[in-house]
C-alpha cells in the first residue's frame, strides 16, 4: 500500500471516530486493528497530525556528558591523543564507541589534531615586562620601526635532551595559548653563541661566541659588529 493511502485510511478513521462508529465497525472498514485505530486517535490528539513522525534511531555511542569533558579536556591542554583518551574511559567503565567516533565529534566542533607550538617559557614578569613594551610603542610608525636595529642572540646545543613533538587537540585561532604551548627552557653545555642583528632593510652582521657570552664580548659586538651593519645599510647613527 502506497504512503498517500496510508493517509487517506488513517483520515477516513478520524472521519468514522467523529461520526460515532465503533471500534469494530471501523475495523471491518478500514481493515485496521483496535490497537492500530487507537494509535491513530492517540497521535492526533497529542501530536495533531497523522503523519509519520521521526524516529530516534539508535542511542548515540557518546553521551553529552562525556563529550563535555572530552572538549574542556582539549581546552585545557591535557587531550593529545585519542586513542589514549577512549583507553581512559574505557578503564573507568564509560561506553564512547570507536576512536573514529570521538574524532568526528570533536571535528564537527571545530578540533582537529595539531602540532603544539613551540614557544620559550615566560615568567609573570616577562610577560608584564613584554606587555609595557607593547603598550609603549603600540603608536609608533612603520617609519619609526625602521630606525630601529634589532640584536638577538642564540644558543646552538650539540648535545642535550631531545623533546620531540608534542600534539593537543584545539580549534582555529588557539595555537598560542598558554595550555596549548610547548615551553622550552634554555639547557647550558655542549653549544655555542651567536649574535646578530636585524633591520628593515635586511640581516646585519654576527659573530660566533663562546659557550657563556661574556659583558665584555658583549660590548665588542657592538662596538665591531653594530657598527659594521650601520655602515652597510648607510643608516642613521
Known sequence: MEHSDLIFLRK????????????????????????????????????????????????KAITPRT????????????????????????????????????????????YFGRLRARKPHLTVRQRRARLAFAKKYQSWTTQDWEKVIFEDEKKFCVFGPNRGKQWCWRVSG??????????????KGGGFMVSGFLT?????????????????GYVQILEDELKNTIEYYDMPS
Open 67 to 110: 563529550l563535555r569533558h572530552l572538549i574542556i579536556s582539549a581546552k585545557q591542554g591535557e587531550l593529545s591523543s585519542i586513542p589514549k583518551a577512549k583507553s581512559t574511559y574505557s578503564n573507568s567503565g564509560i561506553k564512547t564507541g570507536s576512536v573514529k567516533t570521538l574524532r568526528r565529534n570533536l571535528h564537527q566542533r571545530g
Open 200 to 216: 628593515a632593510n635586511g640581516i646585519g652582521y654576527f659573530v660566533r661566541g663562546g659557550d657563556d657570552q661574556s659583558s665584555i
Open 174 to 187: 588557539n595555537r598560542l595559548l598558554p595550555q596549548l604551548v610547548n615551553q622550552s627552557k634554555q639547557q
Open 12 to 59: 477516513y478513521i478520524l472521519v468514522l471516530t467523529e461520526r460515532g462508529e465503533t471500534n469494530r465497525s471501523i475495523c471491518k472498514q478500514t481493515g485496521y486493528s483496535i490497537r492500530g485505530i487507537q494509535k491513530i486517535r492517540e497521535k492526533w490528539k497529542i501530536h495533531g497530525t497523522i503523519q509519520d513522525l521521526d524516529r530516534s534511531g539508535r542511542p
